[in-house]
């Protein structure tokens, strides 16, 4: 399909974990950069983490550094988000998102073309 595809998110208790899983088309997985981005309720999207399309550099938004995990599978055409330690302030709708042209400016949305619905993280205290 041409749209991507989030699941893993659910509702947890702080302190837990979760891993979130993006189907993308096969086709050109492998010649495209990935990213995951969040939006709040009330709030606007923010950059997540970002992997290019080698999968040999990461980036990551610092509030989550060290906590979450971003990795790719070219050969399933997955892109997942480990999240660790979650916190409330994770709370959010996790979006994935694929940039066709391997821009360098990985943490701007704008230079995404492709994008899931979205799956809801929300974590208790």
């Known amino acids: 399909q041409v749209q991507l595809e989030e699941s893993g998110g659910g509702l947890v208790q702080a302190g837990s974990s979760l891993r979130l899983s993006c189907a993308a088309p096969?086709?050109?997985?492998?010649?495209?950069?990935m990213a995951w981005f969040r939006q709040a309720l009330g709030k606007r999207r923010e950059y997540v983490a970002a992997i290019p399309q080698n999968g040999g550099r990461t980036y990551y938004l610092s509030a989550v550094k060290g906590r979450f995990t971003i990795s790719r599978n070219n050969a399933d055409t997955t892109v997942y988000l480990q999240m660790d330690n979650l916190k409330p302030e994770d709370t959010a709708t996790y979006y994935c998102?694929?940039?066709?042209?391997?821009?360098?400016?990985?943490?701007?949305?704008?230079?995404?073309?492709?994008w899931g619905q979205g799956t809801q993280v929300t974590v208790s205290s």
């Open positions: 096969g086709r050109t997985f492998s010649e495209y950069g």
């Open positions: 998102a694929a940039d066709k042209d391997r821009s360098p400016y990985v943490d701007d949305a704008r230079e995404y073309e492709y």
